[in-house]
């Protein structure tokens, strides 16, 4: 396999534990803790991403060697590596939880890319320091999901953390799916991740709470000099340069609340130690996609009582979130105000790209407030498909004859639509072709437009589990071809209409499409 140049500025420039090795430990004056995966007997290479290799400069010939799989199985480290295993707190279902940390990631070492760096982290290779009571492991359900969803929302423009390889390790791994004593062996499976920082607003929380203010000063610094250098010295003073990153952190994470409710995505368990800060999408646990438009809907069935991290609220949990990590940097800053001020941009932030997306959506020139709120009320009258819906939108036009008609198919059960509902929608969508023609939009520059923004493929919850049945029972295929087909998530694929279609009656319930647990 080709080498890889690591240059480990995470490791070589913030503090180490003094220990190495998984000894379960609580982390003082340190970030991180060196600690190797641990070896496993069999593995399998199952999946590996072209295009995520590709960023690491890594050939379809380099994927398919033997050194890459032992490498990213855990079983061999390369020249230059630096295993270890990061320290962080967090907020869970927004209770203060203490020390959490990487208890089943393990960072390999981050590769020197030009001007740009990846660290190359393994999911499910084994305990650290942090893996409290559990074992470091995963499960090949939950790693396919991973594996999965990140290359999926990296090509439909989210900004995510990337999948760079899924290995079956040939060992058992004994997991309570349901959290209903039925705890059974599964597949055992390590995901190889890539991002730039996998830092989170856990990280810093993690330094605050254990007063560490030197500590927190001289992370916060790395942290910007390494990810975000154009706004290291941008200011006059250090206070300045915090205050201009907290505003960059508060913004990316608006824009990204954008893009999920834009495509549908219910990431789950937002709890503050899932949020990256750079405002990527990460840790795929319990998350779904819609279905049916319902703001109220969450997969995560450890939710289901609260309902925190339900859909419509994912834009308010962000600030929340933020609003954490604003506590935690304010001993750096000392005036609240600036932080409250980042806090309140975001929230307008959010709106104008929210108002931005929705017009994009309708394929309009502009935002028309009223038609867009009666559409997503009309949305929740009757079970409607959230992706058909937007995507047969583009396609109805004055010349449409019978326009409800064309829609008929977005519906889960027409029947359950009354007269008046389908007269109401009637009335909207004479109303929307009105407001796109008085704009000077065209029919076909609109369905265009809504054709770039609305995704015609997405990873349906029912998909992902069929693609886990079969896995499961050693058939790959049903991945390969779902990632291809999500390879190009805005074009229309005549050989892959199967994989658009809405969720059949008997995922309606069925563990896995619509219940998840963070068993994982
Ligand atoms: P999550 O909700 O999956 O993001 O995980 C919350 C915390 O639990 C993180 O600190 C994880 O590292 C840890 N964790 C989850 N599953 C395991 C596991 N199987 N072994 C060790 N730690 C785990
Ligand atoms: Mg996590």
């Known amino acids: 396999m080709k080498s890889l140049n690591f240059d480990n500025q995470f490791t070589g420039q913030l503090p180490a534990d003094a220990d190495t090795g998984s000894q379960r430990k609580q982390l003082k004056d340190a970030l991180f803790a060196r600690v190797n995966p641990t070896s496993v007997c069999a593995p399998t290479l199952i999946h590996y991403s072209e295009d995520a290799a590709q960023l690491l400069g890594l050939s379809p010939e380099d994927c398919a060697s033997e050194e890459f799989l032992q490498v990213f199985a855990g079983n061999k480290q390369l020249q230059g590596m630096d295993a270890h295993a990061t320290c962080y707190g967090g907020h869970q279902f927004g209770n203060w939880a203490g020390q959490l940390g990487d208890g089943r990631a393990i960072n390999l070492g981050e590769v020197a890319l030009g001007d740009k760096h990846l660290m190359l982290q393994l999911k499910g290779a084994g305990p650290t320091p942090f893996s409290r009571t559990a074992d470091g492991l995963a499960v090949l359900r939950s790693s396919l999901r991973e594996y999965l969803c990140s290359e999926a929302m990296h090509y439909l423009g989210v900004p995510t953390t990337r999948a760079l390889s899924l290995i079956t390790t040939g ?15 599964e597949k055992g499976a390590v995901v190889c991740r890539l991002s730039s920082s996998f830092v989170r607003f856990g990280h810093f ?19 910007i000099q390494r990810e975000f250098p154009q706004l290291d010295n941008l200011a006059e003073d250090a206070k300045g340069t915090y205050i201009a990153w907290f505003e960059e952190v508060c913004n990316r994470t608006a824009d990204l609340m954008v893009h999920w409710m834009r495509v549908g995505f219910v ?35 450890t939710d289901a009582g609260q309902r925190r991290y339900r859909y419509g609220q994912q834009p308010a949990i962000g600030q929340w979130n933020l609003m954490q990590l604003a506590n ?16 309140t941009a975001y929230v307008t932030r959010y709106e104008a790209g929210w108002q931005k ?20 009320t009309l949305l929740t009258v009757s079970e409607t498909d959230m992706t058909l819906f937007f995507r047969a939108l583009a396609g109805i036009t004055e010349n449409t004859q019978q326009p409800f008609t ?24 004479a109303d929307y072709l009105k407001v796109a023609k008085t704009q000077g939009q065209s029919d076909e520059v609109r369905a265009v437009l809504m054709n770039q923004t609305n995704p015609k493929y997405v990873l349906r919850n029912y998909l992902s589990q069929i693609a886990i049945d079969s896995a499961e029972a050693g058939d790959y295929a049903k991945v390969d071809e779902l990632l291809q087909a999500l390879k190009r998530p805005y074009d ?8 658009a279609a809405k969720r059949p009656e008997w995922a309606r319930n069925k563990a896995g499409c619509s219940m998840l647990s963070c068993s994982s």
């Open 406 to 429: 064309t829609l008929e198919h977005c519906y889960y059960t027409l029947e359950l639509l009354s007269d008046a509902d389908k007269t109401q929608l009637k009335t909207w969508l």
């Open 205 to 223: 929380q993690m330094l605050a709470a254990r007063q560490e203010l030197d500590l927190l000063k001289e992370f916060t610094d790395f942290v």
């Open 492 to 499: 229309e694929q005549p050989k892959y209409e199967h994989l």
């Open 328 to 343: 935690s940097i304010l001993p750096l800053i000392e005036d609240p105000k600036p932080l409250e001020d980042a806090l």
């Open 267 to 301: 990431h789950g368990v937002m709890n503050t130690d899932n949020m990256s800060i750079l405002g990527e999408t990460i840790d795929y646990g319990p998350y779904g996609w819609l279905e049916g438009f319902d703001p109220n809907w969450t997969p995560n069935t």
């Open 357 to 376: 997306t929705m017009t994009a959506k309708l394929g309009l020139k502009a935002y028309d407030k009223d038609l867009t709120d009666r559409l997503l």
């Open 171 to 185: 060992e058992d791994v004994v997991r309570d799916m349901l959290y209903d004593g039925n705890a059974a062996p």
